[in-house]
T-cell receptor
Framework: GAGVSQSPSNKVTEKGKDVELRCDPI?????LYWYRQSLGQGLEFLIY????????KSGLPSDRFSAERTGGSVSTLTIQRTQQEDSAVYLC???????????FGPGTRLTVL | KNEVEQSPQNLTAQEGEFITINCSYS?????LHWLQQHPGGGIVSLFMLSSGKKKHGRLIATINIQEKHSSLHITASHPRDSAVYIC???????????FGQGTILTVHP
């Protein structure tokens, strides 16, 4: 596709369950970023990928959060044992090269009941 | 104190008015971004700049590196400009963004 896509668009889960969020960046974009947007915290950085490596994962809030990227393309953000405070919109962005203009996906709205 | 501060937090204008949103930051940056988010919508990049001034249609962005300050101007504002405008700074060479809290702009017809 022409832009960054994310799936699912909405996810409702029960506290304690695991969830996987997917990001398909723009083809050829080497850099990929995950951000989170929540009412209390605004927008915050989670993790950065260059190719399949994650040289900066400093924004992951706990060890329940993990992410991987395969083939220099698709990325998956996994949240284990979800908590209510994990409820937020999870955004993925990609750029052609690190530091370039970032293109954002539509986000996944996660609700933990 | 947040690393990126925007003002005002809320802005209401009448159609046709000139709009200014300000952003101040306290860290060294490689680039500053202005983003737009419509209600219920995704985030769109408006500008990425590291010096001087950029213009796109009715939108103008300026940055003063020495003063660590940027402004986003909208000329001849229109109701479709109603959105949240977010200032974000890239403090690393690889583009990790730190965000301001956003400015909610409402333009009335």
């Amino acid at each position: 596709g022409a832009g960054v896509s994310q799936s699912p668009s909405n996810k409702v889960t029960e506290k304690g369950k695991d969830v996987e969020l997917r990001c398909d960046p723009i083809s050829g974009h080497t850099a990929l970023y995950w951000y989170r947007q929540s009412l209390g915290q605004g927008l915050e950085f989670l993790i950065y990928f260059q190719g399949n490596s994650a040289p900066d994962k400093s924004g992951l809030p706990s060890d329940r959060f993990s992410a991987e990227r395969t083939g220099g393309s698709v990325s998956t953000l996994t949240i284990q044992r979800t908590q209510q405070e994990d409820s937020a919109v999870y955004l993925c962005a990609s750029s052609l090269m690190p530091g370039d203009e970032q293109f954002f996906g539509p986000g996944t709205r996660l609700t933990v009941l | 104190k947040n690393e990126v501060e925007q003002s005002p937090q809320n802005l209401t204008a009448q159609e046709g008015e000139f709009i200014t949103i300000n952003c101040s930051y306290s860290v060294g940056i490689s680039a500053l971004h202005w983003l737009q988010q419509h209600p219920g919508g995704g985030i769109v990049s408006l500008f990425m700049l590291s010096s001087g001034k950029k213009k796109h249609g009715r939108l103008i962005a300026t940055i003063n590196i020495q003063e660590k300050h940027s402004s986003l101007h909208i000329t001849a504002s229109h109701p479709r400009d109603s959105a949240v405008y977010i200032c974000a700074v890239g403090g690393t060479s690889y583009g990790k963004l730190t965000f301001g809290q956003g400015t909610i702009l409402t333009v009335h017809p």
